[in-house]
């Protein structure tokens, strides 16, 4: 497993997504939630291989409170959280009201996580205008760095056209982004490439489209048949190179210099090994990967933006 230094922390190549441990998440989750004992033993096999990161948001259901009731119960706990925060259309507008906002927010993911200081804390930005978040955010992030309420501060950015927003923003630190075989407007734009730049820590989520790349192109319903032909020409890149589709979808994300982290969430233990096999696997071969960014040129926004979605 590899790792990248940022300020006093090593964050994990591989970052546990812990959605699922607190609601359903994914187009492709048929199991649900997992028990308790069976959340606190992936928790548990997650620090055995190497996963350090953690990523949480006050929004998932129950996932802070599985991850702060693992880390009370254990002397090393869970050393590299990162949390979310929202701000409520009503007080975007409003410096004061929006920080009175967020510091309850926060504080309250601080005690659900049984925790004094969040390693990483990032907007949970929705469909506001970035414009507009810009105002306010930063010295909100200044003010809980401050207050010694967190150590990194930043974005979880939900459209491509946020970043450059906040490409020069000091203290924007971290962002996550959206960004996988289909969606590679980060890197047609140059924008994943100017994060790196300019120092941020990156993370990515949805390398797998939210599970779509494991759906059968020929049970895809609503606006999502739209992807039959992606999913058919992605499963036959896959064969070209002999990768199963989840090692060719996630050795296209990896091996981007500018990404730092990979958030991938599981159900089970097994899903975890599968995805440490996965951040170990090989590269795609140079011939196959010559020609994926054409392959995948025009791939609908209903497709790669699942807020569209219309099953």
């Known amino acids: 497993m590899k790792y990248t230094a940022y300020h006093a922390y090593q964050f994990s190549a591989l970052t546990l997504g812990t959605a699922q441990l607190g609601l359903p998440y994914g187009v492709s ?12 033993e992936m928790l548990a096999y997650a620090g055995e291989v190497g996963i350090n990161t953690f990523d949480t948001a006050r929004t998932y259901g129950y996932s802070e409170n599985v991850l702060g009731s693992y880390s009370e119960k254990h002397d090393s706990g869970l050393s590299h959280i990162v949390s979310k925060f929202k701000i409520s259309a009503e007080n975007m507008m409003d410096q004061e009201r929006a920080w009175r906002e967020v510091l309850a927010s926060v504080k309250t993911s601080l005690e659900t996580l049984k925790i004094s200081r969040l390693p990483v804390c990032l907007l949970h930005k929705g469909a506001e205008p970035m414009h507009e978040v810009m105002q306010i955010l930063p010295e909100i992030l200044r003010r809980l760095k401050s207050e010694g309420l967190i150590d990194i501060g930043g974005v979880s950015a939900y459209f491509p056209e946020d970043i450059p927003y ?38 990515v989520r949805s390398v797998f489209l939210q599970g779509l790349f494991f759906m059968q192109p020929e049970h895809l319903t609503g606006n999502l048949q739209n992807a039959k032909k992606h999913l058919k020409k992605l499963i036959d890149l896959a064969g070209q190179a002999e990768m199963s589709v989840a090692q060719l979808a996630f050795s296209f994300v990896r091996d981007l210099p500018a990404v730092d982290s990979i958030v991938v969430g599981a159900v089970n ?22 020609g994926i960014a054409e392959a995948f040129l025009q791939v609908e926004e209903e497709v790669i933006t699942p807020g569209l979605w219309k099953l």
């Open 269 to 290: 233990r097994q899903q975890i090994s599968e995805n440490v096999d996965l951040i170990n696997g090989p590269a795609i071969p140079r011939e196959i990967s010559a």
């Open 29 to 40: 989750n048929q199991t649900g939630i997992p028990a308790p004992e069976e959340a606190r």
């Open 166 to 203: 906040f490409l020069e923003e000091p203290d924007v630190e971290a962002t996550q982004v959206p960004l996988n075989i289909f969606d590679q407007r980060l890197i047609r734009s140059g924008n994943l490439d100017q994060l790196h730049a300019q120092g941020k820590l990156v993370f």
